[in-house]
Structure formats: structure tokens, C-alpha cells
């Protein structure tokens, strides 16, 4: 995981390289600081040619391009990137900044526990760009929230199901209920084996079914919700129960 | 006929000095046989009866426009002049129905049928448009509407019974048009004052909204004020203190009491501060009472709205009850947390759409958040609950709209997006 480090003030930037080395580099041997800048032109310039994991940036840069602006310019050129911003004032624009920036965290310079939230911050990161090297984002369903994208792995998801009205999807898995717009079909090509569309408005995870009532055709997950199934997928759904316990799945 | 036509005549006009309240003159009465009686009389004879009738009711109209000074004269003409066919109408068919046919009987059943509908139509009706207040538009619409139906009334009486087929059928035709276009026009003028109404209820909210955020407002400066006072005695304080070089006291003192003050004042209006960019008054005066709430109950909250906003594509009474009870459930979970943060942003995305982010910290790891939608479940006790079931049923009508509910790192957190 490349590491650039983006910081006006000397002090802090020794700060942050110290704590970096001594709580990383020794444990994780692919983490690199590939660049320490005092000003976002020289990120700017290096990005020209190379490409990094994990940006560290101090938003009030006292330069013409301050650092939501270059951490915008970043994003742009690469949407996966992990960005964390370190603030000498309070987190006042926490939730702007991870929904408009899709910032990962936010750290303050003057706490006292800085160096732990920092650490606990990158080992998030370091987590992240490993399930994207190992490509585990083709086992998690995307849903977009302003310019953030969360990533539920397919694991927590308990089922799809559409909306009353027009367009809408919900989504439910383990921590919480999603909405967006889509529709059952496109949503059917982005899953694997373990999701089966069992009736025109469900797509539900096998794995986490409870138990099914013919009389009633539902389908109990096991977090207590009611799915419905049809009359016509239900051999299919008898199924592909059945295989799928002889499968497991991560 | 000459007998006829001058009973009739006289009873129209009697009728209409009696609707009008007018009391009639040597003089009117006069003009009434010169302008309207001897005219109809004479068109009747010599044209045709159309005419003549149409003669009638313009002549008599503005007549008793002169009379009365007053545009309900041409309407209570045509008025008269329907209830005149009707009760006529009317009492032939009695007479038909029981096959008397006698003329003196009638005569009675129209006498008794008209004046009962005159009397109804006097004592009930024209007080009730009056109280109404009716625009000159309404006006000329009803004016406008009573002449269509007596022509249709008139057409039906001396059309219909001679005609062939063809003409028949276009008559009808055209009864049948005229009367779909007064529909129209009848629903089309309910549904803008339907309109209208919502309007005016919109403002009414909005009202009440800016009526709460100026109070908080006001609240915010009586308490700067406040603070303005205690500066002077603040400042003595800290004089005390570094004249007898008490580091220790000193750096207490500081701590304790200004950074404190400074936290619960300072923090209102820099919280009043950023609702600045929020350019909707009724989400003002709502996330002003909220912030004002929060403090009373000593619960920190953050208000996150960077870029200015001037709409949302939202029934703004649904989103104000929304957000009420988003943010009412978020200070109330969070209450029980020690050193919790409430924060909300309110942020703008591509294409006019928002996104309202509301994160409260959560203490029960085992929060189910399968059930909290249904109605009356609550973590609080039986006869409650109510409100995220209601903030599902309003958004169910909004195919613009999506709600996240979802639950990170300890964290509750609603998304809602208004596209």
C-alpha cells in the first residue's frame, strides 16, 4: 500500500512519518511512505506519473489549492483511493467530508490519542486496499450515498426486495436497510450462486434463510423478516437450498 | 295569446321586483311595458319565437340592471326564466302522469311548483351567494352558465319535438359538448382553488417556522448579551489571578469556567451561523428549534451544511415532519450517552438532489434494526413508536426519495436522499 503524506508544517510531517514507521512498517511489509509533500502541487506533479493507495491530508494548506480541493482532484483520478484528512480544528465537517469526498476519516491534530486514531485509521485503510488487491469487491454489492460508496459484502446481505412504488429497491442486511433505484434483474446479474430470485419482487441470500412455509409460500430469514416466494420457483428454490448447504461460501 | 303571453310576461316581472327587492314604481312599471312587454309581443307575432324570447331576457336583464344597479339582475332573469320552463314542465308531466287534464289543475301545480322554487331559491340560495363574495369572474361564470342552460332548456322545448334525425342528433351533439366543457370548466376552476388552499396552508407553516427560528434568534442575543456582561467580570477574574501568579488557579479557572461558557453560548449561534446556507425559512425555523432542544437537554450537536441550498424536491410539511422525527429520535438515543455527538449535514449532490446524513452514537450493540419501522415498536416502552412508521408511510409516496437506516461502527445512521 503506497502512502502519500501531504502537510505544510515540518513538525507535523516528522510526526506523522515517525508514527507511521514505528507502527507499520514493520508489521506490514508492502506499506510504503512514497511521498512526503509540503504542498499540494508536488502530490499533484508525482501523480502525474505514479499512482499511491492512501492519501494523508491536511485540509487547511495554506496554498491555493486547499486540501478538499486537491483530495477532489485525487478522487477523480482514482475512485478507490483512501483518504483521510487531518485538521487542526474540531471535526466539525466530519460528515461532509465523508459524503461529498467519500473521505475515509478524519483526524484531529490536537487531540490527545491522535497517534492511535491515526494508526486505527490506516489499519483500515491497509484492510481496504487489501480487499481490493484481492478483489473480494466482486463478493459485495455497491450502493452509492451522495459520493460515497458503501460496500456491504454479500455475506450480510439477507435479501432484495422491491418497493411499492415505482423503481425503488430495498435492501436489507445485517446493520441496516438500503433504498436506491434499480431494478431486480439488473441486480440479479451482479450477484453469485448464493442469491435466488425466488419471486418477481425478492432476490433472497440461501444462506441465510431461517425456514419456508409452503401453506402461505413465505420464506422467514434469520433475522426474523417475511420474504414471499412464487408457486413457480419453488422447485427451483428447493433446489438450490439444497445445494447451497453442500456449498460454503466466505 | 295576447292573454298569455301578457300573464306570463307580468309574472316574470312580477317575480323579479320581488327577487330584486325592489319596489315598483309608476315609472318602472312603465318601462317595463314599453322596453320589455310591447316589444315581445310585437317580435312574437311578426318573428319568430327565438327571438322574441331572446329579446326578453336581454331587454328585462338590462332593465332591471337600471332598476337595481346591481350584475345579480341578469342572473336572477335567466333564473326565473328556468324555473318558469321547469315548473311548467313539470306540472304537464304530473298532469300527463295521472291523465287529468284538466288546465285550471295546471295551472295550479305551476303556480304551486314556481313559487315554491322562487321562495326557495330567494330566501336560500341568494343569501348564501352573497355571503360568498364571489369574484366578477365567478360572476360572469355563473351569468355565464344559467344562459347556456336556459338556451339548452328552450332548445330542447322547441327543437326536439320537430326535428328529423339529423338535426336531432347535431342538436344533441352540441347540448352534449357544451355540457362536457361546463364540466371541464366547473373542475378546472375547483381544482385551482383546491390550489390555492394548499398554498395558503404551506404558508401558514412556513409562518409558524420563521416565527420559531426569530425566537431562537431573539434567544441567541439575549444570551449574548448575557455573556457580553459576564466578560467584564471574566476579565477581572483572570486580572486576579495573573496578579498573584496562580498558574494553577489560573489554568483552572480558564478551563473550567470560560472554555464552558464559551462551549454553551458561543456554540449556539456558531450553530445559528450555519444554518445560514440553508435557504428554505420552514427547515430553518425546524433544525433552529432542534438546535435549541439539543441544548436545553445538554446534548451536542453538529449541523453540517457547507454550500447554500434553496430547495428540495419535497412537500416541504412532509420534510419539516420527516426531519422532526429523525432528529427527535437521534437526540433521544443520544441523550443517555455521556459525551455523545449528534451530527446532521445537509449536503447538496449532482443535479439539485440532497443528501440529509443524521448520526447519533448508539448504545445497545444488540439494537435489531429489522423491527424499528413497524408500528409501535419502540425501545422505549408500549405507546410509542409511532414516529418511524409514520416517516415510512409519508416517503412511500415519494418516488424521488430514498432512506438509509443502517448501523456502523456503533453508529445509527440515517441516510435520506432527495432526488
Given at each position: ?250 | ?77 335567466i333564473?326565473?326564466?328556468i ?58 361564470f355563473l351569468i355565464f352558465i344559467g344562459t347556456l342552460t336556459l338556451g339548452m332548456f328552450y332548445l330542447n ?17 352540441f347540448i352534449q359538448i357544451t355540457y362536457v366543457l361546463l364540466i371541464?370548466l366547473a ?233
Amino acid at each position: 500500500m503506497k502512502i502519500v503524506i501531504c502537510e505544510d508544517d515540518a513538525r507535523q510531517r516528522k510526526f506523522l512519518q515517525s508514527t507511521i514507521v514505528h507502527s507499520f512498517l514493520f508489521q506490514f511489509k508492502d506499506i510504503e511512505i512514497v511521498l512526503i509533500a509540503s504542498n499540494p502541487s508536488e502530490v499533484l506533479a508525482y501523480l502525474k506519473e505514479h499512482r499511491a493507495d492512501c492519501f494523508l491530508l491536511d485540509i487547511e494548506l495554506q496554498h491555493k489549492i486547499n486540501g478538499l480541493e486537491l483530495a477532489n482532484a485525487i478522487r477523480s483520478k482514482d475512485p478507490l483511493a483512501t483518504i483521510i484528512f487531518i485538521t487542526t480544528y474540531s471535526d466539525k465537517l466530519k460528515l461532509t467530508f465523508t459524503y461529498k469526498v467519500a473521505a475515509l476519516d478524519f483526524i484531529v491534530k490536537n487531540e490527545p490519542n491522535v497517534a492511535k486514531n491515526l494508526i486505527d485509521t490506516l489499519h483500515i485503510a491497509y484492510q481496504h486496499h487489501q480487499n481490493i488487491h484481492a478483489q473480494k469487491i466482486d463478493v459485495s454489492f455497491q450502493v452509492k450515498i451522495g459520493e460515497y460508496t458503501k460496500i456491504i459484502p454479500f455475506h450480510d446481505i439477507y435479501y432484495f426486495a422491491t418497493s411499492p412504488n415505482a423503481h425503488k429497491i430495498e435492501l436489507k442486511e445485517k446493520s441496516g436497510v438500503y433504498e436506491f433505484f434499480s431494478n431486480l434483474t439488473d441486480i440479479e446479474q451482479q450477484l453469485d450462486d448464493r442469491f435466488f430470485r425466488c419471486h418477481r419482487g425478492y432476490i433472497v441470500n440461501l444462506q441465510h434463510i431461517q425456514k419456508i412455509d409452503s401453506t402461505y409460500r413465505t420464506i422467514t430469514m434469520k433475522n426474523g423478516t417475511i420474504c414471499h416466494y412464487s408457486f413457480r420457483y419453488k422447485k427451483a428454490l428447493m433446489n438450490a437450498l439444497s445445494s447451497t448447504s453442500n456449498n460454503s461460501f466466505e | 295569446m295576447l292573454f298569455y303571453i301578457f300573464r306570463d310576461a307580468t309574472l316574470i316581472l312580477g317575480t323579479l321586483f320581488y327577487l330584486l327587492t325592489i319596489r315598483p314604481t309608476i315609472i318602472m312599471l312603465f318601462q317595463s311595458i314599453t322596453f320589455v312587454i310591447a316589444p315581445f309581443y310585437f317580435l312574437f307575432s311578426y318573428t319568430s319565437m327565438i327571438i322574441a324570447i331572446g329579446y326578453f331576457v336581454i331587454a328585462a336583464s338590462f332593465l332591471f340592471y337600471s332598476f337595481k344597479r346591481s350584475i345579480i339582475a341578469f342572473f336572477d332573469v335567466i333564473v326565473v326564466l328556468i324555473l318558469t320552463v321547469f315548473s311548467n314542465n313539470l306540472a304537464l308531466l304530473i298532469n300527463s302522469q295521472f291523465a287529468i287534464n284538466s288546465t285550471l289543475l295546471e295551472t295550479l301545480l305551476f303556480i304551486i311548483c314556481f313559487v315554491s322554487l322562487i321562495i326557495i331559491y330567494k330566501t336560500i340560495v341568494k343569501k348564501k351567494l352573497s355571503s360568498l363574495c364571489l369574484s366578477s369572474k365567478m360572476q360572469l361564470f355563473l351569468i355565464f352558465i344559467g344562459t347556456l342552460t336556459l338556451g339548452m332548456f328552450y332548445l330542447n322545448m322547441f327543437f326536439l319535438g320537430v326535428q328529423d334525425n339529423k338535426t336531432l342528433t347535431t342538436v344533441n351533439f352540441f347540448i352534449q359538448i357544451t355540457y362536457v366543457l361546463l364540466i371541464v370548466l366547473a373542475v378546472s376552476l375547483l381544482v385551482t382553488n383546491l390550489n390555492k388552499i394548499q398554498a395558503i396552508q404551506q404558508k401558514e407553516v412556513a409562518q409558524q417556522q420563521f416565527f420559531e427560528y426569530m425566537q431562537v434568534l431573539e434567544q441567541v442575543n439575549t444570551d449574548m448579551q448575557k455573556f457580553r456582561h459576564d466578560y467584564i467580570n471574566i476579565l477581572m477574574s483572570l486580572q486576579n489571578y495573573i496578579e498573584d501568579k496562580d498558574l494553577q488557579g489560573l489554568k483552572q479557572y480558564f478551563y473550567s469556567d470560560i472554555m464552558q461558557l464559551e462551549q454553551q453560548t458561543l456554540f449556539q449561534s456558531k450553530m445559528i451561523g450555519t444554518l445560514e446556507n440553508l435557504q428554505i425559512v420552514e427547515l430553518k425555523g425546524l433544525l433552529s428549534s432542534k438546535l435549541l432542544l439539543a441544548n436545553r437537554l445538554q446534548q451536542k450537536i453538529t449541523m453540517e451544511i457547507p454550500h447554500t441550498i434553496t430547495s428540495v424536491h419535497m412537500n416541504l410539511i412532509d420534510i419539516t415532519r420527516v426531519l422532526g422525527i429523525l432528529i427527535d429520535n437521534a437526540i433521544e438515543a443520544s441523550v443517555a450517552i455521556a459525551d455523545s455527538v449528534v451530527r446532521i449535514a445537509i449536503l447538496p449532490s449532482r443535479e439539485q438532489s440532497v443528501v440529509i446524513v443524521i448520526d447519533n452514537p448508539l448504545q445497545d450493540a444488540n439494537f435489531n434494526i429489522s423491527t424499528i419501522f413497524e408500528y409501535q415498536s419502540s425501545s422505549k416502552g408500549d405507546m410509542r413508536g409511532i414516529g418511524l412508521a409514520n416517516v415510512r408511510g409519508i416517503l412511500q409516496n415519494y418516488p424521488n426519495v430514498t432512506l438509509n437506516t443502517r448501523i456502523e461502527k456503533n453508529h445509527f445512521i440515517q441516510e435520506l436522499q432527495i432526488f
